[in-house]
C-alpha cells in the first residue's frame, strides 16, 4: 500500500533489534565487523549490500536518506556532514577539468564562493545567468557545458525560478540539473516531478528545524548518485551517526513543523506590507510577488523565509536591528525560533555593492526566518522595532 507523505516521514525505520524497541536506536559504531574471510572478501567486492565502515554508509544515515529520497521522489541518495559537504561532493564527483556549468546568479554565499574562488583551480568554470530570464540560458550553453545549477525559492532574496522550465532547458541539451531545494523543504516542493536529476539540501535548516545540528544530502537517479557516492566515500564528508539520527527524528515532524513556519511566515508578510515603514515585501505567496504564479504551481506553501526593506536604507536597517528584543539575530534559518539577518552587512557583505545589488541585495533589506513562536508575539517584536 502507497503511504502518504507524513505517514512515510514517520514510519519508514530500520529493522527493530532483538530488544523490539519502538524508536530507532543509534548505532555509534566506526566500523562493523564480517562473519568470515569469505563475507569479507564478498562486501569489499561489493558482492552483497552490508555496512562495512560509517565513512560509506551506517544505519542510521541510511533511514534518514530512505526517507529523504521518499519524499523527494528520488531512487538513491547520500547523506553529508554539512550542506556545503554536499554542493562541493555534488559538483566535483560530476565535473572533469575543462567542464562548463550555467548557475543562477542568486545562489547561497558560500556556494558562490566555491564557484569563484576555488572551482577555477581546477579548471572547473561557469556562468551565471539571471533569474529574471531564464530564456538567456541557452545562449550560456557551450559544448563543454554538463550541469545547470540554481536554487528556488533563492536564499535571501526569495526569488523563485520556475522548475518545469529549466527542467526542458536541461532535457533539450542533455545536461544535468541540479537544484538545492533547502529553502523549500521536501514537504513544500520536490523538483525531481519537475525534471531535476539531483536535489541538494542543507539538513541544517527546515529538516533539523531546531538549529541544533549541521548536515546535507543529495538525492537522485541511482547513476549519478553513484558518481557521488563513489567520489564522497573516499573523499570523507560523511553525516555523523548521531546527526542522523537526529535528522531522522526531526523529519517525522516535518510536515507539521512546515505548516507552521508557513502560516506565521504569511501572516507576518501580509502585516509588514501594511506596515508604512516599509518599502517592500517579498514572500513567494504574496500575491504582489512578481513569481507569484509560479510559486504557487510548483509549492504547496511559500516558505519559512520573507525579505523586506526598511525605509532609510543601512542606518535604519541597523537601528531595526538593535531595537529587536524576542526574535534572534543570527545566520542560521528555518529554527522554531524567529531568526533575523542583515545580508548587506552579514552573509553578503564580501560581495562588491555592485554584486550585491545584482542579486537583489541592498542595504535596508531585511530577512527574518519566520519560526513557531505564537504569531502575535512575532509581529509585536517586529512592531516595535519598526517604530
Ligand atoms: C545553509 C545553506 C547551504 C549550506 O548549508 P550548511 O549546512 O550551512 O553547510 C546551502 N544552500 C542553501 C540555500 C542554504 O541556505
Known sequence: MKKRFETNAIRTQLKRTEHL???????????????????MRASFAEEKERNIYSRYSN????????????MEGAEAGFAFASGMAAVFSTLASLLDSGDHMISARNIFGSTHSLLNNFFPKWNINHSCFKIEDLDTIEALITPKTKLIYAETPTNPGVDVLDLEALGKITKKHKLILVID????????????KFGADLVIHSGTKLMDGQGRVLAGITVGTTELIDKVYRF????????????????SKSLETLAIRVDRHCENALKLANYLERHKEVNWVKYPFLKSHPKYEVAKKQM??????????????????????????????????????????????TTHSKLSKEERVETGITDGMVRVSVGLEHIDDIIEDVGQALK
Open 21 to 39: 524497541e519502538h524508536s530507532v536506536p543509534l548505532y555509534l559504531t566506526s566500523s562493523f565487523v564480517f562473519e568470515d574471510a569469505e563475507d
Open 59 to 70: 544505519p542510521n544515515s541510511s533511514e534518514f536518506i530512505e526517507k529523504v529520497c521518499q
Open 181 to 192: 531545494n533547502c529553502f523549500a523543504s521536501p514537504y513544500l516542493q520536490q523538483p525531481i
Open 232 to 247: 564522497s566515500r573516499i573523499t570523507g564528508p560523511a553525516l555523523s551517526p548521531f546527526n542522523a539520527w537526529v535528522l
Open 300 to 345: 504547496k506553501a511559500g516558505g519559512c523565509v520573507v525579505a523586506f526593506e526598511v525605509k532609510g536604507g543601512l542606518q535604519a536597517g541597523q537601528k531595526f536591528f538593535d531595537a529587536i528584543k524576542l526574535l534572534s539575530l543570527s545566520a542560521n534559518l528555518g529554527d522554531s525560533r524567529s531568526i533575523v539577518t542583515h545580508p548587506a552587512s
